[in-house]
Nanobody, 129 residues
Framework: QLQLVESGGGLVQPGGSLRLSCTTS????????IGWFHQAPAREPEAEGV??????????IYAGSVKGRFTIARDNARNTVYLQMNSLKPEDTGVYYC????????????????????WGQGTQVTVSS
């Protein structure tokens, strides 16, 4: 099981911004696609990812609800993948998890059996006035 660590969550007002980080000290993220997944309060984690990025950064996918507001990027020198979240809305509230996949096809940003199966512990994002 890969050990990923998310950070950067917090409480922010609607319209505010946060930058989430996904990293690990156990291995290099270079060969892995990374996806970010959202779990709303009292719900299961969503199968569709908020955003995914391929290992070489050439492919990025965003959920329709966050397109234009969120940006995913990776910094291999820091072994970190970021999710910049702007114009946050109350419905963005929840726990955000990052997940790694060494064989992502780049077609869909979605978790499933054998796809994005290695998760971190999550970081809480609360958007509220």
């Amino acid at each position: 099981q890969l050990q990923l660590v998310e950070s950067g969550g917090g409480l922010v007002q609607p319209g505010g911004s946060l930058r989430l980080s996904c990293t690990t000290s156990k291995f290099t993220l270079d060969p892995y696609a990374i996806g970010w997944f959202h779990q709303a309060p009292a719900r299961e984690p969503e199968a569709e990812g908020v955003s995914c990025i391929s290992a070489n950064s050439r492919t990025t996918i965003y959920a329709g609800s966050v397109k234009g507001r969120f940006t995913i990027a990776r910094d291999n020198a820091r072994n970190t993948v970021y999710l910049q979240m702007n114009s946050l809305k109350p419905e963005d509230t929840g726990v955000y998890y990052c997940a790694a996949d060494p064989n992502w096809t780049g077609n869909v940003c979605r978790r499933g059996p054998g796809v994005f199966g290695s998760w971190g512990q999550g970081t809480q994002v609360t958007v509220s006035s």
